[in-house]
């Protein structure tokens, strides 16, 4: 009878040792995961369409996403790149931007993208080549620092300390600016 009393106080003393254990290590775990360091969540193969009034205004893919809403200034990061695609009322591609790399800053509203940075203007044919671009959702305007090269029908520019446009590329400033103009000698 005394080695059953001793077994029972034995199991119990076990039991509340391991609640005790894994209290802690779930503590531990959730002080990892509070952390700025390491991303709230990982996804893949995202697609996210954003709208208005019903109507789909952007479309944004990527291959990967990791989300850091525990950071100080929460951002959104893009680390194998993506492609955002811009729509007109009548749900046609207006234009298009791509990067290798890019972070989505929440409070914000600003995207920042790098490394072979390519927006397309598919209604006027026109293309942008930066290394860094930065996009403002509530103005909708994008905007870089860097070089930059604009390709249109009209030639070459180049804004060698970047350039200011809207986001459908329709009305924009190079900075530091020079190019080549195609003349059409038939004038």
Wanted: proline share 2%; glycine share 4%; aromatic share 12%.
């Amino acid at each position: 009878m005394y080695s059953n009393y001793q077994a029972r106080l034995c199991i119990i003393v076990i039991f509340a040792l391991s609640l005790t254990a894994c209290e802690n290590e779930i503590e531990k775990i959730n002080l990892l995961n509070t952390t700025s360091e390491y991303p709230d969540m990982i996804g893949e193969d995202i697609e996210t369409i954003y709208s208005d009034s019903a109507k789909v205004k952007v479309k944004m893919v990527a291959p990967e996403l990791r989300q850091f809403n525990n950071a100080e200034k929460p951002y959104s990061e893009f680390p194998q790149g993506m492609k955002v695609t811009f729509f007109n009322d009548s749900l046609e591609i207006e234009s298009v931007i791509h990067a290798n790399y890019a972070i989505y800053y929440n409070d914000d509203k600003l995207w920042h993208a790098t490394g072979n940075v390519v927006a397309e203007n598919y209604a006027t044919g026109e293309r942008l080549d930066s290394e860094e671009l930065f996009w403002d959702e509530e103005k909708e305007e994008i905007y870089s620092d860097s070089y930059t090269r604009i390709v249109n029908e009209n030639g070459t520019f180049y804004g060698q300390k970047g350039f200011r446009s809207n986001q459908s590329l329709t009305d924009y400033t190079l900075i530091g600016s020079k190019g080549v103009v195609n003349i059409n000698e038939d004038e």
